[in-house]
C-alpha cells in the first residue's frame, strides 16, 4: 500500500512515498481504507523528534482517520465492510498506527461510525483535536450553563473546537488568537474576541467579569499561559492545559485554584458525544485546507509555523 514514511527524524523535506506491506487486522481489530487524514502539531513534533517518545524511525505518522472499513477481524460484530468511521489510532507504544496511508488497522473498540453530516476531510479533522477539547471543557473542567470560560489559542485546531463546545455548554466565552484570526474567533462563537499581541489579556478577562475573574480556563498555548492566567480567574476557579505548566504557579494555590493536565485517551463514547453535537450543529471542524497525501511536507511546515487557523486534513484516497 502507498504510505508516507518518516525515514528519519528531522525536517518536514524528509517525507518519503514508499510502498509499504497493508496490515492485516488481527482479533478484535479492523481494517480501514483511509480516505482522510487529520495532521496534528504532535505529527510534527515526533517527525522532528520521537526518540523521546519511544519510537523508531521509518516510521508512518498519523493520529486521525476517516475511512471505509475494509475488513474485520475476528470477534468483531459492530462493524461490516463497506461502514464509514471515523477515529483518532495510537501513536505511542505497540499499537502505534499512523494514518499517512492508505489503511490503517485499529482496535474496533476505539472506533466510532463517522458523522453523518460530515465529508470524510471534514470528520479526519475531529477526532483528536475536537476529543482533546471534549475531554478538557467537558469532563476535566466541567463547564456549566452561564459559566465564563478563557480559552487561549481559540483559532487553533484544538481551540475552534473548545469554543463551539463551551457555547454547546451554555458558557460565556472569551478566546485570544492574533489579529489575523479575530474574526475566526467571532464565527465560531466567541462573545469576546481578545488580540493577544495589543491586548493584556488578564487584563481584559478581569474587565469582562466586573473583577471576579473567570470560573475556567483552557491553554492550548503552552509556557506560562497558566501560571499568567491564575491572576484572572475566580478563587476556585480550574484550568486546564494541554501542553504542561511553567512558571511561577504561586498564586494557583493562594487561590484554591484546580489544574487539570490533558493527554487524550483512546475510546468510543467520546466520539459518539461528540457526533450528537456534530449532527445537532452545534460543533464543527474549522477545516483550512485540504491537500494531497504527497504534500504532507507542506502540511507539516505550517504546523512547524505555530501559525494558521483550524486544521490542514490530507486527502489518502478518494
Known amino acids: ?35 482522510a487524514a487529520g495532521t496534528n502539531p504532535v505529527d510534527a513534533k515526533i517527525r522532528a523528534d520521537g526518540t523521546a517518545f519511544g519510537l523508531e524511525t521509518p516510521l508512518v505518522l498519523g493520529a486521525d482517520v476517516s475511512g471505509i472499513v475494509e475488513e474485520v477481524g475476528p470477534g468483531v460484530t459492530e462493524f461490516s465492510p463497506g461502514d464509514e468511521v471515523y477515529y483518532t489510532p495510537e501513536i505511542f507504544g505497540e499499537k502505534s498506527n499512523g494514518s499517512y496511508a492508505e489503511y490503517n488497522v485499529v482496535p474496533a473498540a476505539i472506533v466510532a461510525p463517522k458523522p453523518p453530516s460530515l465529508s470524510h476531510e471534514e470528520a479526519a479533522a475531529v477526532p483528536l483535536a475536537g ?15 452561564g459559566e465564563t470560560v478563557l480559552i487561549h489559542g481559540g483559532a487553533g485546531g484544538v481551540g475552534s473546537f473548545a469554543i463551539q463546545i463551551a457555547k454547546a455548554a451554555g458558557a460565556r466565552v472569551l478566546a485570544t488568537a492574533g489579529p489575523d484570526n479575530q474574526k475566526t474567533l467571532e464565527d465560531l462563537g466567541a ?34 499561559t497558566c501560571a499568567q492566567s491564575a491572576a484572572c480567574t475566580r478563587p476556585f476557579g480550574r484550568v486546564a492545559t494541554i501542553l504542561g505548566a511553567q512558571g511561577d504557579l504561586t498564586q494557583l494555590y493562594l487561590k484554591n485554584q484546580t489544574i487539570y493536565g490533558v493527554f487524550l485517551t483512546r475510546e468510543r463514547r467520546r466520539l459518539e458525544e461528540m457526533t450528537r453535537l456534530i449532527e445537532r450543529g452545534q460543533m464543527r471542524p474549522l477545516l483550512d485546507e485540504v491537500l494531497d497525501l504527497t504534500q504532507v511536507a507542506k502540511a507539516h511546515a505550517r504546523l512547524d509555523s505555530g501559525h494558521g487557523r483550524g486544521k490542514i486534513v490530507l486527502r489518502v484516497s478518494s
Not at 7 to 35: C, K, S
Not at 207 to 219: I, M
Open 131 to 145: 476529543g482533546t477539547a471534549y475531554e478538557a471543557i467537558v469532563r476535566r473542567l466541567d463547564v456549566k450553563v
Open 1 to 35: 500500500m502507498r504510505a508516507m514514511v518518516t525515514p528519519e527524524f528531522g525536517p518536514p523535506e524528509l517525507f518519503e512515498e514508499r510502498d509499504v506491506p497493508r496490515p492485516e487486522p488481527a482479533p478484535g481489530e479492523i481494517l480501514v481504507r483511509v480516505v
Open 191 to 224: 462573545d469576546v474576541a481578545i488580540d493577544y499581541r495589543s491586548q493584556d489579556v488578564s487584563e481584559v478577562a478581569l474587565s469582562e467579569t466586573g473583577g471576579a475573574g473567570v470560573d475556567a480556563v483552557f491553554d492550548t498555548v503552552g509556557g506560562e
